[in-house]
C-alpha cells in the first residue's frame, strides 16, 4: 500500500503548527514534531532533528518522548548507540506516577526494563530484577510482558516455579492475541489429560496461534486432531471462530493445575463489553505493521497507545460545543486520519479547543 499524496498537505500544516508551539514550549508538540521528523511526515526525515525535539520533550517529563528517547538510544538512531542511556530512559517512562493501586508507567518501557535486566544489557544482569519489571507490564495489560512473566514460572527463572502461577499470565497474554501464549496454553490442555474438553480447548489454542502464522502451533495442532471426533473438532472451530480478545477468566476461576496431570478444562470466557472490536484490532495491527515493518518493538508500543486512544475516542462528547459542530469535528478528524486513533483523539481535542477559543 503507497503512501497517500493527499495527506502530505496536511502533515505539513501540522508540521508548521507543532513547530510553533514546540519552538514556545509545549512539550507534548514537541513529542508531536519529533514523530513526524522521525517519520518523515510533512516533514524530510531527520532522525537526528526527531531525536532533538524527543529530547526536548522527554526533559519536560513527557513519558512518551522518554520511551521515543529511550528506543533511539538502544537503536542508535539518530545519535550513537548507548544501551546504558536507553535504560536511565526507559527508568523515566516506566515509572511515570501513580495512585493508590494505578500504574501510570508506560507498559512497554517497564517491559523493556525487563528485558535489559534479563540479558544485561546497559545494566548488570539480574533475572529476579527482570520479573519485577515484567510484573509491572503484565499488571499494565502488556501481553508481552505477561508471557515472559508466564515463561519465568513455568522455568523457575528470577522466581520460584509455580505453574499455576504461569498458566494464570500466559493465559492472559493468550486473550491478548500473544501467539506464543496461544501455543503454550494449548500445550498446558494438551498435557491436561486425554478428555474431551481438554483435546477441543488444546486444538482452539493451538490454531488461534497456527492462524496467526505459527508453523509449530499448527504441527501440534493437527497432532491434536489425530485424537478427536468429528464432534469434537466442530466445536473446537467453533471457539476458535467466537473468539475474541478481551480478559480471561477471574482469578477465582482460573483451571486447576494438578501435580501429575496439569490443567482441568473450563468453558470458553466470553469478550467482556467495552473492549476493542476484532476488526478494529486488526486494523490497529495491520497499520502499526505497515508503519513499523521490521521492528516488532515499536509495532506492540504503536498497536498499545492505538488501543487506548480507540477507547478514549468512544468517550469524547460534545462538551459545550453545539452537537453539530462536534460532529463535523470528529467526522473531519476521522477523514484525515482514518487508520490513527490517537491523532483523531488529538485533532478533535485541538479543534475544540479552537472553537471554544473563537466563542470567547
Given at each position: ?34 514523530r513526524l521528523y522521525d517519520q518523515g511526515l510533512g516533514v524530510s526525515l531527520n532522525k537526528a532533528t526527531a531525536v532533538k525535539w524527543y529530547t526536548k520533550a522527554a526533559e519536560q517529563g513527557n513519558a512518551d518522548a522518554q520511551f521515543s528517547l529511550g528506543v533511539k538510544y538502544y537503536r542508535g538512531e539518530g545519535m550513537p548507540l548507548d544501551k546504558p542511556q536507553a535504560f536511565q530512559w526507559f527508568l523515566k517512562a516506566a515509572n ?117 502464522g505459527d508453523e509449530i502451533a499448527a504441527k501440534e495442532r493437527d497432532s491434536v486432531a489425530v485424537r478427536m471426533s468429528a464432534q469434537e473438532l466442530a466445536e473446537a472451530s467453533r471457539q476458535a471462530k467466537a473468539f ?117
Amino acid at each position: 500500500m503507497g503512501f497517500d499524496l493527499s495527506l502530505t498537505h496536511e502533515y505539513a500544516e501540522e508540521a508548521k503548527w507543532d513547530t510553533k508551539a514546540a519552538e514556545s514550549g509545549y512539550e507534548r508538540a514537541q513529542f508531536r514534531l519529533a514523530r513526524l521528523y522521525d517519520q518523515g511526515l510533512g516533514v524530510s526525515l531527520n532522525k537526528a532533528t526527531a531525536v532533538k525535539w524527543y529530547t526536548k520533550a522527554a526533559e519536560q517529563g513527557n513519558a512518551d518522548a522518554q520511551f521515543s528517547l529511550g528506543v533511539k538510544y538502544y537503536r542508535g538512531e539518530g545519535m550513537p548507540l548507548d544501551k546504558p542511556q536507553a535504560f536511565q530512559w526507559f527508568l523515566k517512562a516506566a515509572n511515570g506516577h501513580k495512585i493508590g493501586n494505578f500504574d501510570f508507567g508506560i507498559a512497554e518501557a517497564q517491559f523493556n526494563l525487563g528485558i535489559m535486566c534479563r540479558d544485561g544489557e546497559g545494566v548488570t544482569k539480574d533475572k529476579q530484577e527482570a520479573v519485577k519489571w515484567f510484573l509491572r507490564a503484565a499488571q499494565n495489560g502488556d501481553a508481552s510482558a505477561q508471557h515472559e512473566l508466564g515463561r519465568a514460572y513455568e522455568t523457575g527463572v528470577g522466581v520460584l516455579q509455580d505453574k499455576q502461577e504461569a498458566f494464570k499470565w500466559y493465559q492472559k497474554a493468550a486473550y491478548r492475541g500473544d501467539n506464543m501464549a496461544e501455543r503454550k496454553v494449548g500445550r498446558f490442555y494438551e498435557e491436561a489429560g486425554n478428555s474431551p474438553q481438554n483435546r477441543i480447548a488444546a486444538h482452539k489454542w493451538l490454531s488461534l496461534a497456527a492462524a496467526q502464522g505459527d508453523e509449530i502451533a499448527a504441527k501440534e495442532r493437527d497432532s491434536v486432531a489425530v485424537r478427536m471426533s468429528a464432534q469434537e473438532l466442530a466445536e473446537a472451530s467453533r471457539q476458535a471462530k467466537a473468539f475474541s480478545v478481551g480478559e480471561p477468566p477471574s482469578t477465582n476461576g482460573l483451571p486447576v493445575i494438578s501435580v501429575a496431570r496439569g490443567v482441568t478444562t473450563r468453558p470458553p470466557l466470553q469478550s467482556p463489553s467495552g473492549e476493542v472490536p476484532v476488526t478494529v484490532l486488526n486494523g490497529i495491527k495491520q497499520a502499526a505493521s505497515r508503519e513499523w515493518p521490521t521492528d516488532y518493538q515499536m509495532q506492540a508500543y504503536k498497536i498499545k497507545k492505538e488501543i487506548a486512544a480507540y477507547k478514549e475516542l468512544q468517550q469524547l462528547s460534545a462538551s459545550n460545543v453545539p452537537t453539530d459542530v462536534f460532529q463535523r469535528i470528529k467526522t473531519a478528524a476521522v477523514d484525515e486520519w482514518p487508520e490513527d486513533y490517537e491523532m483523531q483523539v488529538y485533532k478533535i481535542r485541538q479543534q475544540v479547543k479552537a472553537y471554544q477559543d473563537l466563542q470567547r
